[in-house]
């Protein structure tokens, strides 16, 4: 599996971008799409997931400012940041969970940087 992410880049406070992303390869089935974030000098945080019956989940910090959302093919989802704050400032991570094989795997996606300015 392979994930292709763009977007992101440096806005100012109050501003938005979109993140995407695009799995690609074969296995059984996916589980779970969804993106991480990484601030500088901390831990990478869950940040927003959709499972494969589109059941949405969003981090406390991002709730009521990201949307995540689907495309028309099931391998592509989206990450609407609106209202970003300084705080936002990471690098985001575009994961998937999948089973194959009897197994249950996660991959991940290059990051996409993310710079909030005040």
């Known amino acids: 599996v392979q994930l292709q992410a763009s977007g992101g880049g440096s806005v100012q406070a109050g501003g938005s971008l979109r993140l995407s992303c695009v799995a690609s390869?074969?296995?059984?089935?996916?589980?779970?799409m969804g993106w991480w974030r990484q601030p500088p000098g901390t831990q990478r945080e869950l940040i927003a997931a959709i499972s494969d019956i589109d059941n949405i989940g969003y981090a406390d910090s991002v709730k009521g400012r990201f949307t995540l959302s689907r495309g028309n093919a099931k391998n592509t989802i989206y990450l609407e940041m609106n209202s970003l704050q300084p705080g936002d400032t990471a690098t985001y991570y575009c994961?998937?969970?999948?089973?194959?094989?009897?197994?249950?795997?996660?991959?991940w996606g290059p990051g996409s940087r993310v710079t909030v300015s005040s």
């Open positions: 390869g074969s296995v059984d089935h996916v589980l779970v």
């Open positions: 994961y998937t969970d999948v089973r194959h094989g009897g197994q249950q795997q996660r991959y």
